[in-house]
């Protein structure tokens, strides 16, 4: 019932900025968590930055500093910017949001696509 799009992926040098955007629509009553996920090859997914709709953010340690997450409740959308970009965050960067459908549905977790984010030295 939730679709998650991103965009702004793509090949920045190390010491780069990119900034990646994602937008939920479908059948949304509410949602909880947005955040960004990444998982590089031969490696597990793992968080790198989550908001809440109240706006607590918690980082990947490794991220901490460089990147920054901001949504926008009344668009459904989350945004991360990445900065001093280093060849480690190379990876598939996937959006995540927690949401219902209906007032009584429980929240569930949606995942978009994937965007590709590539680091050269």
């Known amino acids: 019932q939730v679709q998650l799009v991103e965009s702004g992926g793509g090949l920045v040098q190390a010491g780069g900025s990119l900034r990646l955007s994602c937008a939920a629509s479908?059948?949304?009553?509410?949602?909880?968590?947005l955040g960004w996920y990444r998982q590089a090859p031969g490696k597990q997914r793992e968080l790198v930055a989550i908001?809440?709709?109240?706006?607590?953010?918690n980082y990947l340690d490794s991220v901490k500093g460089r990147f920054t997450i901001s949504r926008d409740n009344a668009k459904n959308t989350v945004d991360l910017q990445m900065n001093s970009l280093k060849p480690e965050d190379t990876a598939v960067y996937y959006c995540?949001?927690?949401?219902?459908?209906?007032?009584?549905?429980?929240?569930?977790?949606?995942w978009g696509q994937g965007t590709q984010v590539t680091v050269s030295s």
């Open positions: 995540y949001c927690t949401a219902q459908w209906r007032d009584v549905s429980p929240f569930a977790p949606y």
């Open positions: 479908g059948s949304i009553f509410s949602i909880n968590a």
């Open positions: 908001i809440t709709s109240g706006g607590r953010t």
